[in-house]
């Protein structure tokens, strides 16, 4: 990307364990109510987890009827209700505030696994006729995005980014790429997960890959501390209405912030260990910023993608002290209260930023006790830095060495 228009943010929608919506959740980011727990009585991930981050039930039929409310698997759900509420923040109707045939979405994601997993257990245990007709709809990845099109009557482009846990990243960054182009001038863009059953959770954990031991779940997610041992996997969407500026301008709308950057790179390394050296990370932060047409210098906060791993946290220092300078620009992890939501982490983390560009706040690393030596970093800890950001930056690295930076900046 190089420097061009950028895309307006005037609409979030956000379901998280921390809460729903913009301002309940970054309320929460702000004072540190953890949305991690043991998992529910009951729960499919019930003695499989030791901790997760939960959306509280929700009830399919305030977004679908019939067979519906049934087959459809829960990403699904979760990113119907957030992409209704991410239009209903931006005051913003298709077909009425904005061209369907130039109004997009674009909604990543792993698909629909939990899915797959009860059908395959139920052909197991009963045969081929327990095969429900609906699965292939309930799994396919470009699902949620197929039915926010159909709910919402979008005839632009329509697409499911999955590139790990950069996919809700990646999708935004997509959504700038085609208000840059002129090919929208309306971008609902973001990812859904629900990874919370036991197949998904035992792969994490197998891989050794989750949080364990913490007599309190909701303290497990500890990025950058030196005793952090894992991430805690969570569910959620986290959807963002992306507009070209002439276009919310026309319909007076301000927005929260400004989205005017975005750099996305490969490591070419390794199927799940980040580059040691950071390298590629640091180049998609560059790329950010030259897609943003800033310099380094300019930017206020980093919210980091942090995801409280050995390896993870230690390569995105590197990159940043590479980029930034060590301690050159203030870095917070908001997973250390929403745990890991995979794809849809970059999404929920966007918001987060766009938010505290917008509202001059910028949200802590919680459970950051003790800073690792090979973290060195001006770490935001304990508490809110109320402080005025220009220009912010959110990172998402996926496994593959999928590397995207986003670069927001205020209004």
Same mark, same amino acid.
């Given at each position: 990307?190089?420097?061009?228009?950028?895309?307006?943010?005037?609409?979030?929608?956000?379901?998280?364990?921390?809460?729903?919506?913009?301002?309940?959740?970054?309320?929460?980011?702000?004072?540190?109510?953890?949305?991690?727990?043991?998992?529910?009585?009951?729960?499919?991930?019930?003695?499989?987890?030791?901790?997760?981050?939960?959306?509280?039930?929700?009830?399919?039929?305030?977004?679908?009827?019939?067979?519906?409310?049934?087959?459809?698997?829960?990403?699904?759900?979760?990113?119907?209700?957030?992409?209704?509420?991410?239009?209903?923040?931006?005051?913003?109707?298709?077909?009425?505030?904005?061209?369907?045939?130039?109004?997009?979405?674009?909604?990543?994601?792993?698909?629909?696994?939990?899915?797959?997993?009860?059908?395959?257990?139920?052909?197991?245990?009963?045969?081929?006729?327990?095969?429900?007709?609906?699965?292939?709809?309930?799994?396919?990845?470009?699902?949620?995005?197929?039915?926010?099109?159909?709910?919402?009557?979008?005839?632009?482009?329509?697409?499911?980014?999955?590139?790990?846990?950069?996919?809700?990243?990646?999708?935004?960054?997509?959504?700038?790429?085609?208000?840059?182009?002129?090919?929208?001038?309306?971008?609902?863009?973001?990812?859904?997960?629900?990874?919370?059953?036991?197949?998904?959770?035992?792969?994490?954990?197998?891989?050794?890959?989750?949080?364990?031991?913490?007599?309190?779940?909701?303290?497990?997610?500890?990025?950058?501390?030196?005793?952090?041992?894992?991430?805690?996997?969570?569910?959620?969407?986290?959807?963002?209405?992306?507009?070209?500026?002439?276009?919310?301008?026309?319909?007076?709308?301000?927005?929260?912030?400004?989205?005017?950057?975005?750099?996305?790179?490969?490591?070419?390394?390794?199927?799940?260990?980040?580059? $040691?050296?950071?390298?590629?990370? #640091?180049?998609?932060?560059?790329?950010?910023? %030259? =897609? *943003?047409?800033?310099? &380094? +210098? @300019?930017?206020?906060?980093?919210?980091?993608?942090?995801?409280?791993?050995?390896?993870?946290?230690?390569?995105?220092?590197?990159?940043?002290?590479?980029?930034?300078?060590?301690?050159?620009? $203030?870095?917070?992890?908001?997973? #250390?209260?929403?745990?890991?939501?995979?794809? %849809? =982490? *970059?999404?929920?983390? &966007? +918001? @987060?930023?766009?938010?505290?560009?917008?509202?001059?706040?910028?949200?802590?690393?919680?459970?950051?006790?003790?800073?690792?030596?090979?973290?060195?970093?001006?770490?935001?800890?304990?508490? $809110?830095?109320?402080?005025?950001?220009?220009?912010?930056?959110?990172?998402?690295?996926?496994? *593959?060495?999928?590397?995207?930076?986003?670069?927001?900046?205020?209004?």
């Amino acid at each position: 990307m190089t420097a061009a228009d950028a895309a307006v943010v005037t609409g979030i929608g956000l379901l998280t364990p921390v809460g729903r919506g913009a301002g309940e959740v970054f309320d929460a980011l702000c004072t540190g109510r953890s949305g991690l727990s043991r998992p529910p009585a009951g729960h499919p991930v019930d003695g499989v987890l030791e901790a997760g981050g939960f959306v509280p039930e929700i009830d399919p039929r305030t977004v679908l009827s019939g067979p519906d409310t049934k087959t459809l698997d829960r990403i699904v759900v979760l990113a119907l209700l957030a992409a209704a509420d991410a239009f209903a923040d931006a005051k913003l109707t298709v077909g009425q505030d904005a061209d369907p045939e130039r109004t997009a979405v674009i909604v990543g994601g792993v698909g629909g696994m939990a899915t797959l997993e009860s059908q395959v257990l139920a052909r197991a245990a009963r045969g081929r006729a327990a095969v429900s007709p609906y699965l292939l709809t309930g799994i396919l990845p470009n699902m949620p995005a197929a039915r926010i099109a159909i709910a919402h009557g979008i005839r632009g482009y329509s697409s499911s980014v999955g590139t790990a846990c950069a996919s809700g990243a990646q999708s935004i960054a997509d959504g700038l790429r085609l208000i840059r182009s002129g090919e929208a001038d309306v971008v609902l863009a973001g990812a859904s997960e629900s990874p919370l059953f036991p197949t998904f959770a035992d792969t994490f954990g197998n891989a050794r890959a989750l949080a364990r031991g913490w007599a309190d779940p909701a303290r497990a997610s500890r990025p950058f501390d030196v005793r952090r041992n894992g991430f805690v996997l969570a569910e959620g969407a986290a959807l963002l209405v992306l507009e070209r500026e002439a276009h919310a301008a026309a319909r007076g709308v301000r927005g929260y912030a400004r989205l005017i950057g975005a750099g996305v790179t490969t490591d070419a390394h390794h199927p799940t260990a980040p580059r $040691p050296d950071g390298a590629g990370a #640091a180049a998609c932060m560059r790329r950010a910023l %030259a =897609s *943003g047409g800033v310099d &380094a +210098a @300019a930017v206020g906060y980093v919210n980091a993608h942090g995801t409280s791993t050995k390896l993870g946290d230690i390569a995105e220092t590197t990159a940043l002290g590479a980029v930034f300078g060590v301690g050159g620009v $203030p870095v917070s992890s908001t997973k #250390a209260l929403t745990g890991h939501l995979l794809g %849809a =982490s *970059g999404a929920l983390e &966007a +918001a @987060a930023t766009a938010l505290a560009v917008s509202r001059g706040v910028l949200p802590p690393t919680y459970h950051l006790d003790e800073p690792d030596p090979n973290c060195p970093a001006d770490h935001i800890m304990a508490k $809110p830095r109320q402080v005025g950001c220009d220009v912010a930056m959110s990172n998402s690295f996926g496994f *593959g060495g999928q590397n995207v930076s986003l670069l927001l900046a205020t209004r």
